[in-house]
Nanobody, 117 residues
Framework: QVQLVESGGGLVQAGGSLSLSCVAS????????MGWYRQAPGKQRELVAT???????NYADSVKGRFTISRDNAKATVYLQMNSLKPEDTAVYYC???????????WGQGTQVTVSS
C-alpha cells in the first residue's frame, strides 16, 4: 500500500505562483511514476503532469511552459511548481502514484487551488 499526502494549495491571484507537494509513504519502492491531476467543478479529472522514477516528464498542453513537475526520490516526494496561474487552473489537484507491475494507481485526497481574476 502507498499513502499520498498533498499540501500547498490555496488562493492566488491570476499571474501568481503556487507550489504543491505530495509525500508518499508505505511501499514506496513499488512506485514507478507519480503525477498531478486536477478536477474542476463539473468537469472530468484531467492530467496535469507526470514524472517517472527515471525523470521522464509529460505535461498537458494547457500547462506547458507554466508548470514544472519534479521529484525527490530520496524523500519520496513529488512537486508541482505552478507559475503564471490563470483562473482556468482553478481545481482540486490530486497526486497520483503508479505501480506498473501489477498495475495499480494510488490517489491522494486532493488540495484546492483557486485562482482569482
Amino acid at each position: 500500500q502507498v499513502q499520498l499526502v498533498e499540501s500547498g494549495g490555496g488562493l492566488v491571484q491570476a499571474g501568481g505562483s503556487l507550489s504543491l507537494s505530495c509525500v508518499a509513504s508505505g511501499s514506496i519502492s513499488s512506485i514507478n511514476a507519480m503525477g498531478w491531476y486536477r478536477q474542476a467543478p463539473g468537469k472530468q479529472r484531467e492530467l496535469v503532469a507526470t514524472i517517472t522514477i527515471g525523470g521522464t516528464t509529460n505535461y498537458a498542453d494547457s500547462v506547458k511552459g507554466r508548470f514544472t513537475i519534479s521529484r525527490d526520490n530520496a524523500k519520496a516526494t513529488v512537486y508541482l511548481q505552478m507559475n503564471s496561474l490563470k483562473p482556468e487552473d482553478t481545481a482540486v489537484y490530486y497526486c497520483k502514484a503508479v505501480r506498473w507491475v501489477p498495475s495499480y494507481n494510488y490517489w491522494g485526497q486532493g488540495t484546492q487551488v483557486t485562482v482569482s481574476s
